[in-house]
């Protein structure tokens, strides 16, 4: 089943990966709500104006696809598009849900360990750590959320990296292959969003290194 979606991204890094994931959709892309290489450029329209623009987008989606790029936190609207996709907006007599929010890394110099570097831990499992300076904190704050935490290795306490956290991280070449087993996936997840401590507004606090 096709969900409709937007896409979150910084438009100066990573609009030719934007493309490639509206392209990888094929007959779902007419379920895409987001900008597109035929939209508008709107940089030189007033904040209201964008935000308004956006919100519409937004509202009528069921799944926000954020694109995080190595250099994506000095994007003006990211933080601000995640946060309006976790809340239920209320227009006449209707109300949006919560959306699924799926995280796609852009793949850089070769690879994802800029982002995502893998650790062997002790007892001989792989886990892959998240160096979190290159998130904004909406996204750390809903990563390994799960009410209650149901771990994948009970003595390495490793989450499920689908079902462990709201916003799951997902590599682009992964998701490219498969969009919508993980599209469908953050959808499953916002039906069910009473089984994760939300984080629903922008906060800032100081990242570090974190599994």
């Not at 597109?36 to 937004?58: A, F, V, W």
């Not at 907006?89 to 995280?103: A, E, H, M, P, Q």
């Not at 886990?127 to 935490?149: E, G, H, M, S, V």
């Not at 009970?154 to 991280?169: F, H, P, Q, R, V």
Request: hydrophobic content about 30%.
């Amino acid at each position: 089943m096709a969900y409709k979606t937007f896409i979150s991204y910084k438009y100066s890094e990573a609009r030719d990966l934007r493309d490639r994931i509206v392209d990888s959709l094929k007959d779902d892309a007419r379920y895409y709500r987001g900008e597109t290489s035929d939209s508008p450029i709107m940089s030189d329209r007033t904040t209201n104006y964008i935000k308004d623009k956006l919100k519409d987008m937004i509202y009528h989606t069921s799944v926000t696809i954020v694109i995080v790029s190595p250099n994506m936190k000095l994007s003006n609207w990211i933080d601000w598009e995640i946060e309006y996709s976790l809340k239920q907006i209320k227009r006449g007599d209707r109300t949006s849900g919560t959306n699924g929010v799926l995280g796609v890394v852009m793949e850089y110099e070769g690879g994802y360990s800029w982002l995502r570097p893998s650790v062997q831990n002790a007892d001989g499992h792989t886990a892959i750590q998240t160096n979190t300076t290159y998130l904004y904190d909406i996204i750390y704050k809903n990563r390994f959320n799960q009410i209650p935490t149901e771990y994948t290795c009970e003595e390495c306490k490793n989450y499920d990296a689908l079902t462990g956290s709201y916003i799951s991280l997902v590599n682009e070449n992964d998701f490219l292959k498969n969009p919508n087993k993980y599209i469908t996936n953050a959808y499953e997840k916002s039906k069910k969003a009473s089984n994760y401590k939300l984080v629903r507004k922008v906060k800032t606090v100081d990242n570090s290194l974190h599994l």
